[in-house]
Nanobody, 121 residues
Framework: QVQLVESGGGLVQPGGSLRLSCAAS????????MGWYSQAPGKQRELVGI???????NSADSVTGRFTVSRDNAQNTVSLQMNNLKPEDTAVYYC???????????????WGQGTQVTVSS
């Protein structure tokens, strides 16, 4: 029902920057929370940064000061500005959205297909 499509991943040298983007489509409700998670090979998926519709944010300590999550509620998009990238940032980055369908009291979570970020010399 809700599709999330990421873009902007790729190969970058340590200290470089990337900007990831995610666009939501097909939603019949309100996106309450939107943001990014990452999953490195052999590791569990973990939080990068999340922002609510009202603007409250929650970010991992490892990326605070380097990564910034931004939302455009009108366009149903979210971006991740990644600066001063490190090799340990290498992972697949997934867009996430928590949606409340019109007329419903519960929330559903949706994931994008992921975009790969590789930080290497």
């Amino acid at each position: 029902q809700v599709q999330l499509v990421e873009s902007g991943g790729g190969l970058v040298q340590p200290g470089g920057s990337l900007r990831l983007s995610c666009a939501a489509s097909g939603s019949s409700g309100t996106i309450a929370t939107m943001g990014w998670y990452s999953q490195a090979p052999g590791k569990q998926r973990e939080l990068v940064g999340i922002v609510t519709r009202g603007g409250s944010t929650n970010s991992a300590d490892s990326v605070t000061g380097r990564f910034t999550v931004s939302r455009d509620n009108a366009q149903n998009t979210v971006s991740l500005q990644m600066n001063n990238l490190k090799p340990e940032d290498t992972a697949v980055y997934y867009c996430y959205a928590q949606v409340r369908t019109a007329g419903a009291s519960s929330f559903d979570g949706f994931w994008g297909q992921g975009t790969q970020v590789t930080v290497s010399s």
